[in-house]
């Protein structure tokens, strides 16, 4: 992987920071991070893709709906859903059931 623009270094530091178990949207980490769009977080961890040295939590990044719009990064339609679901996050559908209930807004480390 070459390294990383600063942008993207924001991204993969607000991802790394994500609890186990939880889940998060690229619009909030565009929103939180000023980047004025969510395509610019997929983006940057579509980069990641087969070559994750850092262990970068993508798998816990989906969309505002809580679907599972990343799962092509990770070379197999079961891989995201099966991260997911050994962290505690119930996932049926390539979708976040409770997703409610499961996200985790970057905001919330202002919070700690």
Do not use: C
């Given at each position: 992987?070459k390294?990383?623009s600063d942008?993207?270094q924001?991204?993969?530091?607000v991802?790394?920071?994500?609890p186990?178990?939880r889940?998060t ?8 991070l000023?980047?004025g769009?969510?395509?610019i ?12 040295p ?16 990343g799962?092509r ?8 859903a099966?991260?997911?679901q050994?962290?505690?996050v119930v996932?049926e559908?390539?979708?976040v059931?409770d ?7 970057p ?6």
């Amino acid at each position: 992987m070459k390294t990383p623009s600063d942008y993207q270094q924001s991204i993969y530091d607000v991802v790394s920071l994500i609890p186990k178990g939880r889940v998060t949207s690229y619009g909030a980490i565009a929103q939180f991070l000023s980047l004025g769009s969510a395509r610019i977080v997929g983006w940057a961890l579509n980069r990641l893709s087969g070559n994750n040295p850092r262990q970068i939590p993508a798998h816990r990044v989906v969309n505002a709906k809580g679907v599972l719009t990343g799962w092509r990064a990770f070379g197999s339609p079961n891989t995201m859903a099966s991260l997911l679901q050994s962290e505690g996050v119930v996932v049926e559908g390539n979708r976040v059931l409770d997703f409610a209930s499961t996200f985790w807004h970057p905001e919330e480390l202002a919070e700690e």
